[in-house]
């Protein structure tokens, strides 16, 4: 079972699997901001911050951290993602709809893939469609 946790506050702030102590060799981190996020922009809620973890061997996610909104929505999935050992590459095959909050977790998936050098999946977009 993946520990998991969810703060319900604004914005929602979610802690999924194992997050690694500082310098781990053996971990890879994605980050992604919500800054440039389209919905969020919409929303005028564009503040938060992704973080996912994973084994820098084979980019199989160990963990996140997530604080944002509508993290209480998606911070389910990628705990279903950790439980189910994937690799940010296949977590990216999923399909992520436009505009919504969960789009914007995929350049933190992206750059684990890139840090792992697994080519990512193909898909509609160049991984993120920005707010502007």
Sequence with gaps: MVPFAIM???PSVAVIGVVPKDGEAHIVVGTASYTDQGRAKVMACNAGLVRFYADAADGKLTGATMAGPGVE????LIAWAIQ???TATQTLALPF???TFEEGLKPALL????A???KPPPFRDDGFLPGT
């Design 73 to 76: 929505h998606s911070a389910h």
């Design 97 to 99: 709809y436009h505009p």
């Design 8 to 10: 319900f506050t604004a």
């Design 116 to 118: 792992v050098h697994a």
């Design 84 to 86: 189910s050992g994937w």
């Design 111 to 114: 750059a684990i893939c890139h």
